[in-house]
């Protein structure tokens, strides 16, 4: 027979399910047969290792800390599909991201992504047969659309920076995205304080807006200015758009103003 290959696991303590993959070329006649055995590394007692079927184990404190979390979710304009980004630490500490479409009937998996950095954000562009999602990488991110006929994805423009909440227009013919600005240091190495609020590491972090058409990806935007966006919502037929803006007044409570803006 084929020389036997051997593969070294470094496990943590518990019961742990083990996968083996087996390849067969159809076109030979010998026998497709397959045989392994596991034991202990060196130095470790063969009492410490275990072989079993069963499925069962008994639950530790991962179980319970780790388990895998659902960071946004969005129910199919149908009421068909519901796509979710989950997160999970793993053992080595390192934080894992991916998307699930899942059936809302009985929560059968349709379809799920991995890679790409970490994963989130989803939303469902109007016609329901497109599906938005950011990945992020540091202070970076990017928007793509998954189409759910074709199985395509493609990316909406460039690098954003600072990406925060975004939303699809009523027609699917562009999204509304806001982002955050940091305020340049002060090359002096001091900071003189504006008010009370200045005394925040981030107060003086602004958020706008800005328009990203599809599927071309050109970028306009849309607020600017000394004081942060906020609240903000599309028109049902999209052509206008609504928002606050706010910034602290301590000459009465509740000691802030706010505007509204069309």
Same mark, same amino acid.
């Given at each position: 027979?084929?020389?036997?290959?051997?593969?070294?696991?470094?496990?943590?303590?518990?019961?742990?399910?083990?996968?083996?993959?087996?390849?067969?070329?159809?076109?030979?006649?010998?026998?497709?047969?397959?045989?392994?055995?596991?034991?202990?590394?060196?130095?470790?007692?063969?009492?410490?290792?275990?072989?079993?079927?069963?499925?069962?184990?008994?639950?530790?404190?991962?179980?319970?800390?780790?388990?895998?979390?659902?960071?946004?979710?969005?129910?199919?304009?149908?009421?068909?599909?519901?796509?979710?980004?989950?997160?999970?630490?793993?053992?080595?500490?390192?934080?894992?991201?991916?998307?699930?479409?899942?059936?809302?009937?009985?929560?059968?998996?349709?379809?799920?992504?991995?890679?790409?950095?970490?994963?989130?954000?989803?939303?469902?562009?109007?016609?329901?047969?497109?599906?938005?999602?950011?990945?992020?990488?540091?202070?970076?991110?990017?928007?793509?659309?998954?189409?759910?006929?074709? #199985? &395509?994805?493609? +990316? =909406?423009?460039?690098?954003?920076?600072?990406? %925060?909440?975004? /939303?699809? $227009? !009523? @027609? *699917?013919?562009?999204?509304?995205?806001?982002?955050?600005?940091?305020?340049?240091?002060?090359?002096?190495?001091?900071?003189?304080?504006?008010?009370?609020?200045?005394?925040?590491?981030?107060?003086?972090?602004?958020?706008?807006?800005?328009?990203?058409?599809?599927?071309? #990806? &050109?970028?306009? +935007? =849309?607020?600017?200015?000394?004081?942060?966006? %906020?609240?903000? /919502?599309? $028109? !049902? @037929? *999209?052509?206008?758009?609504?928002?606050?803006?706010?910034?602290?007044?301590?000459?009465?409570?509740?000691?802030?103003?706010?505007?509204?803006?069309?």
């Amino acid at each position: 027979g084929a020389p036997p290959h051997r593969a070294t696991l470094k496990l943590t303590p518990g019961k742990h399910l083990l996968l083996v993959h087996a390849v067969h070329d159809p076109a030979k006649a010998e026998p497709w047969r397959l045989a392994a055995a596991v034991g202990a590394g060196k130095g470790m007692p063969a009492e410490a290792l275990a072989v079993s079927t069963r499925p069962d184990r008994a639950q530790d404190i991962h179980d319970v800390l780790d388990a895998p979390t659902i960071t946004s979710a969005a129910l199919s304009p149908d009421g068909k599909l519901v796509a979710c980004s989950l997160a999970q630490t793993g053992p080595d500490g390192k934080r894992e991201t991916w998307l699930a479409l899942r059936r809302a009937a009985d929560g059968r998996l349709e379809r799920s992504w991995r890679g790409g950095g970490a994963l989130g954000r989803v939303h469902w562009a109007p016609d329901g047969r497109r599906l938005s999602y950011a990945t992020s990488r540091e202070e970076k991110s990017s928007l793509w659309v998954h189409d759910l006929d074709s #199985g &395509a994805t493609t +990316r =909406l423009g460039g690098e954003i920076d600072q990406l %925060g909440d975004y /939303r699809w $227009s !009523p @027609d *699917g013919a562009f999204v509304v995205y806001e982002f955050s600005q940091k305020a340049e240091p002060d090359k002096r190495k001091v900071k003189r304080l504006q008010n009370l609020a200045d005394r925040m590491p981030d107060w003086r972090e602004r958020t706008y807006l800005a328009l990203l058409t599809v599927p071309d #990806g &050109a970028v306009r +935007r =849309l607020t600017a200015g000394p004081w942060s966006t %906020g609240n903000w /919502r599309l $028109s !049902p @037929d *999209g052509g206008r758009l609504l928002f606050f803006r706010e910034w602290p007044d301590y000459g009465a409570r509740p000691f802030s103003r706010s505007e509204l803006w069309e």
